[in-house]
């Protein structure tokens, strides 16, 4: 057994120890069922833990995480967590956060093949495509990386609210406001990068549902 291994499981020991310290109850309490307010998408990337960047406790949200927080209307892993999220548990605030740095993004402003990975690159270089007028007159690289973060952040919302199961909530009366947040690595702080829904008002019309 390797020493990192013999850590990880010594660490939870501690942790679980820790706990029942504190509150005897804590995972009998747990365990009776989670009723999150929050549902957040988020990146991979192992510098941006959800819970503890919003100082959220163990079922305060409910999480789903792959690379650059994308929204892909056909990515049924993300449909589910979200309809469970929004029609089984009733969030009321669902984020997309990304963070400056995103491998992801970096490598879909470049033209390197980095492997099968290449396909979901192809996502976030399409919301280059649309952009790349405003992208491209950004002498800085380092600046228009971190405005391609933000853009990809914004597109990802927009595609949020257009989903079917988003809209059907806001149809049925159902409290759901959705946000797009980007992640500073070298300062901890999130930012609210404006880009909030309510109701499908501010769509195209053409993504505007009409429901029976």
């Known amino acids: ?34 009723t999150p307010p929050l549902l957040w998408i988020g990146c991979s990337d192992s510098r941006v833990p959800a819970n503890e960047i919003i100082g959220a406790k163990p079922g305060e949200v409910f999480v789903h995480r ?27 605030h669902v984020i997309v956060c990304g963070h400056y740095g995103c491998g992801g993004v970096k490598t879909a402003m470049g033209n390197q093949s980095v492997g099968i990975i290449d396909n979901w690159i192809r996502h976030i270089k399409d919301i280059y495509r649309l952009h790349h007028v405003y992208l491209d ?21 927009y595609d949020l609210a257009k ?11 159902q409290e759901l ?12 702080f999130v930012t609210d ?12 019309g053409v993504y505007q549902l009409k429901f029976e």
């Not at 007159?137 to 990802?156: A, P």
Request: charge should be negative; avoid cysteine.
């Open 1 to 34: 057994m390797s020493d990192f291994y013999k850590k990880i499981l010594d660490n939870n020991k501690q942790w679980v120890e820790n706990q029942l310290n504190i509150d005897p109850d804590y995972f009998n309490d747990l365990a009776k069922g989670q």
């Open 66 to 92: 792959n690379i650059a927080n994308m929204v892909i209307h056909s990515d049924m892993n993300m449909l589910s967590v979200l309809d469970y999220a929004v029609n089984v548990l009733k969030v009321k």
């Open 137 to 157: 007159s950004i002498i800085d690289e380092k600046e228009r990386f971190n405005k391609f973060v933000e853009i990809n952040v914004k597109e990802q919302v």
């Open 163 to 173: 989903t079917s199961i988003v809209q059907s909530a806001w149809n049925n009366g």
């Open 177 to 188: 406001s959705i946000h797009g947040w980007v992640y500073g690595l070298n300062s901890g």
């Open 193 to 204: 990068l404006g880009v909030n829904f309510s109701s499908d008002k501010d769509l195209d």
